[in-house]
């Protein structure tokens, strides 16, 4: 950004300038040898906003020495203006300073925003787990006391009659923007007929996200929740029957997260580690120690063609006087979005056709997407659609790990299940992604529920 190229103003016309001849007496200027400050920061358009957070915000561009980190800080107190979630709109105008403290080498910053409505409402439709569809209602009051909170309400209704409700209050820190805090009650209710059982939560949470360095994030939450779970037929096995009833959930979960990517759906180039460790055991009567880990990286090897490797695995372990992990806290394996070639939760044990997840999981897979075949609507429509090819393999089962005996490893190894095909990609802007794929299991165990030829996943997050 450091050097503006100016073409010196000619006198002649076009008919006595060359065709084929270019102007070529340009004038460099480095924007970094132009000295230059911040004396005055306008900010026109507030009418409930607080100015101590407005303050704190802009406070960087009084830090600036030249002209090149006005521009570039200009642009960045504007994002960090947006991040606030106060404003639908925001422009910058940089201007020389005046008035009776303007300086030499003094400039003056304005920015022209529209403050959010109070309240406002909204209905759609999103796709949740295992390509579930939901009717979302929701109402947010942005804003609420000056100073970037938000208020929001959300109830969802699923296409396999599920139900969430959750009302939520969000508050971000004065001393640094980006960091937040959220806090919310809950009731969820959720179908998983692959393992037997109806569960309906209710809780509360509250969690702390903030930064710690560039595209790193930490964040620490505390959940609590009541948990009731119901068998969906009589014909459940009794290893799952046994489980039904209530349990009293409270856990701490710490989430470390570096990314690099430039975009979570459909990344070209970067990284993403993901270290996620959860105790619960802080009051209720579940009590355990879990631990994750996802990691990803891309790499483009032409034009728009990249290669995308993944891999993700946990393991957990009951606490205290709890001998059996609960069936609502286990690693479960299968469909679209985890395992593809396997319906969902359709790997591992089994106990009488209901899959009852494990202790300890793996999954990676390696996948190479390009654009379609001489491009069609490219620069449009076009771009939103990637062929896929994949491999991908995985194993989740329960196990005593006794690293001085490595029976138990062999075991887990052996039963590996694979899986390869080929597909379609979707983005669907910036909000989730489709694939439509046609997988051909290779590695399985005659009690998965495999899932050959073509398969269907929408979502977020794939593996």
């Known amino acids: 950004m450091g050097t503006v190229h100016a073409k010196e103003h000619s006198t002649m016309t076009y008919g006595e300038m060359d065709r084929n001849s270019a102007v070529t007496d340009k004038k460099t200027v480095n924007l970094q040898e132009i000295q230059a400050r911040v004396d005055k920061v306008n900010v026109e358009g507030l009418n409930r906003t607080q100015e101590d957070i407005i303050k704190r915000t802009v406070k960087e561009l009084f830090k600036v020495n030249n002209f090149e980190e006005v521009i570039k800080e200009v642009h960045r107190t504007q994002v960090k203006l947006e991040s606030l979630g106060c404003f639908s709109n925001i422009s910058a105008l940089i201007d020389v300073s005046s008035g009776p403290k303007a300086t030499s080498q003094g400039y003056e910053v304005t920015y022209f925003v529209k403050e959010l409505k109070r309240v406002k ?37 699923g296409s396999r009659q599920t139900s969430t409700f959750n009302v939520g209050f969000y508050k971000p820190f004065i001393l640094n923007t980006l960091a937040e805090l959220n806090t919310s009650v809950f009731q969820n209710e959720s179908d998983w007929p692959n393992s037997g059982y109806k569960q309906i939560d209710r809780g509360t949470s509250i969690g702390l996200g903030f930064p710690f360095m560039q595209n790193i994030r930490h964040t620490v939450q505390w959940e609590g929740c009541w948990r009731e779970l119901n068998m969906n037929t009589r014909y459940v096995s009794f290893d799952v029957r046994e489980e039904s009833g209530h349990t009293l959930k409270s856990a701490v979960k710490h989430i470390l997260t570096v990314d690099t990517r430039n975009t979570p759906l459909m990344p070209t180039f970067g990284s993403l580690l993901q270290c996620t460790s959860e105790i619960a055991g802080l009051g209720g009567n579940i009590r355990f ?41 286990k690693f479960f394996l299968g469909g679209p979005q985890s395992l593809r070639g396997f319906i969902s939760r359709g790997v591992g044990p089994v106990a009488d056709k209901n899959f009852i997840g494990g202790t300890l999981y793996w999954a990676g897979a390696l996948h190479l997407y390009a654009p379609l075949p001489f491009k069609p609507g490219a620069g449009g429509i076009g771009d939103l659609f990637r062929t896929h090819l994949f491999v991908n393999a995985g194993n989740v089962g329960s196990f005593n790990i006794d690293f001085s005996d490595r029976r138990w490893l062999h075991e887990f190894r052996e039963s590996t299940r694979l899986a390869y095909g080929a597909g379609l990609a979707i983005r669907l802007g910036q909000l989730a992604r489709v694939e439509i794929n046609y997988v051909i299991p290779v590695l399985f165990d005659k009690s998965d529920g495999i899932n050959r030829g073509v398969q269907f996943g929408i979502g977020v997050h794939f593996l």
């Open 121 to 157: 409402g909204s209905v759609n439709t999103v796709i949740g787990r295992d390509n579930e569809g939901s009717r979302v209602v929701g109402t947010v009051a942005p804003n609420v006391f000056g100073r970037a909170e938000k208020l929001h309400c959300e109830f969802s209704y």
């Open 289 to 329: 120690l879990k631990n994750e880990v996802l990691l990803q990286h891309n790499v483009e090897i032409f034009p728009e063609t990249v290669i995308q490797g993944s891999v993700t695995g946990g393991v957990m372990r009951p606490l205290g006087s709890q001998k059996e992990i609960h069936i609502c806290d």
